[in-house]
């Protein structure tokens, strides 16, 4: 199935801030409200340091953020958010969200991508891992690695 995926303007911002709180409500995880999301995605989108890709209209998105890297002279990038509505998924619209914002991120000059994913989320860590991302926790490509977060 061909997805049509682009990246997101600032008439999105309610699209974008209504699959977020979807996506913390649908995982139990705290939101803002969808009208303040919209507020701080305006913000956002008008840095060059925010991307977010938008597919098949608001059924999915990806939310990059892009930052200068002290051990390279290109950029860093951090999937902070990929999220396809449920009943989309098995689609390949994540599959093809993840290809537009790993082209996109090139294209603005980064040369690694992050991307955390809980542990349980096994379909996100699948698709990831077939788009050859590895992880360090088993330790087999390096020393085991740790993200840890606290609120400031």
């Known amino acids: 199935m061909r997805h049509a995926i ?5 008439n999105d911002v309610d699209a ?4 977020l709180h979807s996506f913390n409500e649908e995982f ?9 999301l919209a507020d701080r995605f305006k913000d956002l989108l008008q840095a060059d340091t925010f991307v977010v890709l938008g597919g098949n209209g608001p059924d999915g998105l990806a939310v990059v953020r892009l930052r200068r890297s002290i051990w390279t002279s290109g950029l860093e990038s951090y999937l902070a958010e990929l999220y396809v509505v449920p009943n989309r998924r098995g689609q390949g619209l994540g599959r093809a969200l ?3 914002v790993l082209n996109e991120a090139l294209a603005r000059g980064a040369t690694t991508m992050e991307i955390g994913v809980d542990a349980p989320d096994y379909a996100a860590r699948r698709l990831y891992e077939s788009l050859g991302f590895t992880n360090h926790v088993d330790g087999a490509i390096g020393p085991v690695m740790y ?6």
């Open 28 to 36: 139990g995880e705290p939101s803002p409200p969808a009208d303040i």
């Open 16 to 19: 974008i801030a209504r699959l």
């Open 147 to 152: 993200v840890y977060e606290r609120e400031l």
């Open 6 to 10: 682009r990246i997101a303007e600032m």
């Open 98 to 100: 993840m290809h537009a």
